[in-house]
């Protein structure tokens, strides 16, 4: 039997950020701080365990290199969330552009508050900032992603927008 390559669909979800963004409330015992460079290790290990790039994720070293060369790459703009060990149990990984890139929780950590937290964390600072909105891509097959972005009060636009 042969395989197939199923097409993904890829959706594209925007807030708009000229509205109130409430700040995030924590669960108890988690915190967050932005990315530093000790982060590396810790943050891809969280990717490859959410299994957002799949087997495209580069090794740590070419990751990071990779990242922090990138043109729209702020470490300020990158957001970690901690367990209460200091443990990175969450990311937010946005670019320059109002672009949130990756956003991933550790599945042991799911389904309590994080991602929409991480969310919040990156709509403020982006508010902050003074752009008018904030976009992501997701697929169109990641049904619990797509929830976490209408509650927090995503919309679908065209892909190309």
């Known amino acids: 039997m042969q395989s197939q390559d199923v097409a993904r669909t890829t959706l594209r979800f925007r807030r708009d950020l000229g509205q109130p963004v409430d700040a995030p409330v924590w669960p108890a015992g988690f915190a967050c701080r932005t990315l530093a460079p000790g982060d590396a290790v810790a943050v891809h290990a969280l990717l490859k365990a959410a299994d957002l790039h799949g087997p495209d994720l580069q090794d740590p070293e070419g990751w990071w290199t990779a990242l922090t060369r990138d043109s729209e790459f702020e470490a300020a703009l ?31 950590f799911r389904r309590l508050g994080i991602g929409g937290c991480l969310l919040r964390q990156v709509f403020g600072a982006f508010r902050a900032r003074g752009a008018s909105n904030l976009d992501l891509k ?3 097959g990641n049904a619990p992603a797509i929830r976490l972005y209408e509650r927090a009060g995503m919309y679908r636009v065209p892909l190309a927008g």
Do not use: N, Y
């Not at 443990?87 to 550790?106: E, M, N, P, Y």
């Open 138 to 140: 997701v697929d169109a």
């Open 78 to 108: 990158c957001f970690v969330a901690l367990d209460a060990e200091l443990r990175i149990v969450g990311v937010a990984q946005c670019w320059t552009s109002a672009f949130l890139k990756d956003l991933a929780v550790h599945p042991e």
